[in-house]
């Protein structure tokens, strides 16, 4: 029997290959993921009826919950996650589960040989994502799959994403961040954001925003004649029995009623009542709002593991942890760098009873405070195994890549999310 691929060193030479080696200061060239599809035999401009994802928190959710109501609709669903809940591997899916290794191993390769044929990156470099995002593509179609969710990277229209010819666009809650790519105001983030949707795009749907980003999304929706939808909490009324409350059970309604939107401009019958309780029923999502039992019976641990990087976000996890376990969590790990809402961290941090520890992860490209700038605790990552065994309830609660560690910490099994 051959050895299994080994995945860190394969997607090392594929998938990171340009991007590692991109000279400083050098960005992504918007035109070498079209290059690269066609080298694939891949047309983005007419996949399968495709929902782009888009936002700044809440992507992954509206993913998820999308996927899982075309899945229980009876469609062949691809979807892309940007990143992957642990692994590289969990960033392409088909109906919810992750290639098989040989598979993904097959397809990196694949998708590897096809950019090796396109002239050297001298313009910019084709990032992780939008290697992930053609292999995607690429397999989708080999497959057969009969409609796709597809997740930006960062941002809409300067995302490869953006290239794609997305049927409808679904667009998260929008903050600042990434403000040397995307724009100094929220309305230029925004803009940049619901840019993935281009003339021939149907519909918008997008969850409630500041007036400036509305404004901003009204516009865009009237210039490419896309339906827009407003998704708010009378939107969010017939979901209720198959999602949870709070700002995920909005991210969760808000990817189902896009999807509902997606099945009607492909003609198919909508779904019952039933098929939404079956569809919430189905997702499994761990690092968002997700809860994990460790330890041997005698000294268990309840860790509660969210991917929020926002003042609201966290402030709803605390409640979440609160009606779960009629309390307050006694430690909570926070990690989040200085391009997400740090302010917002440390003001609630600050009025919180139990401990709090900053956790800084090594080998993350990430900008992390200094830890004096940090009104509390610090740690590093070689401390997180004992964190998380050190308090019978634990909130972990950050980034994606450290939510990312966290699930990985505590061995949780991510092969399928459906």
Not at 207 to 233: C, M, P, T, Y
Not at 313 to 324: D, P, Q, S
Request: glycine content about 12%; charged content about 20%.
């Amino acid at each position: 029997m051959p050895a299994a691929p080994d995945l860190d060193a394969l997607e090392s030479r594929t998938a990171f290959r340009e991007w590692s080696a991109r000279p400083a200061g050098q960005r992504a060239d918007p035109h070498r993921f079209g290059m690269l599809c066609a080298a694939l035999g891949v047309d983005p401009e007419h996949p399968a009826p495709a929902l782009g994802v888009v936002g700044s928190k809440g992507k992954g959710t509206t993913v998820a919950y999308a996927s899982a109501l075309l899945v229980e609709a009876g469609l062949r669903v691809g979807t892309v996650f940007s990143p992957g809940l642990v692994t590289n591997r969990d960033r392409v899916r088909v109906d919810g589960a992750v290639l098989p290794i040989e598979t993904y191993a097959a397809l990196l390769e694949r998708v590897d040989a096809a950019l090796r044929t396109l002239p050297a990156p001298t313009a910019g470099y084709l990032g992780p994502s939008g290697f992930f995002l053609a292999a995607g593509l690429a397999h989708f179609a080999a497959v057969g799959c009969e409609a796709l969710v597809l997740e930006a990277g960062i941002g809409g229209r300067r995302d490869d994403l953006g290239r794609v010819g997305v049927t409808g666009l679904a667009m998260a809650e929008v903050f600042l961040e990434h403000t040397d790519l995307l724009g100094g105001t929220i309305g230029e983030i925004a803009g940049d954001k619901v840019g993935a949707a281009r003339p021939g795009a149907h519909f918008i749907t997008h969850l409630a925003q500041s007036e400036e980003a509305e404004a901003v999304i009204r516009a865009h929706a009237e210039s490419v004649g896309a339906e827009r939808i407003r998704v708010d909490s009378a939107a969010r009324a017939p979901y209720a029995e198959a999602v949870g409350p709070g700002l995920g059970g909005m991210n969760a309604a808000h990817g189902m009623l896009a999807a509902r939107r997606l099945l009607a401009g492909m003609g198919r019958t909508d779904v019952t009542p039933e098929q939404l309780r079956a569809a919430g029923a189905r997702v499994s999502y761990p690092g968002r709002l997700s809860r994990h039992e460790v330890g041997d019976p005698g000294s268990r641990t309840t860790v509660f593991v969210d991917s929020a990087i926002s003042r609201d976000g966290f402030e709803n996890a605390l409640a979440h942890v609160e009606r779960e376990t009629g309390a307050p969590p006694p430690l909570t790990l926070v990690s989040v760098p200085r391009t997400k809402d740090l302010a917002g961290f440390q003001e609630v941090a600050g009025r919180l009873r139990g401990r709090v520890v900053f956790v800084a992860l090594e080998r993350v490209h990430l900008h992390y405070p200094e830890p004096s700038e940090w009104h509390g605790a610090w740690a590093t990552a070689a401390e997180l195994p004992s964190l998380l065994r050190a308090a019978p309830v634990v909130l972990a609660i950050g980034t994606a890549s450290f939510s990312a560690e966290v699930l990985r910490q505590l061995g949780v099994d991510t092969d399928r999310v459906l």
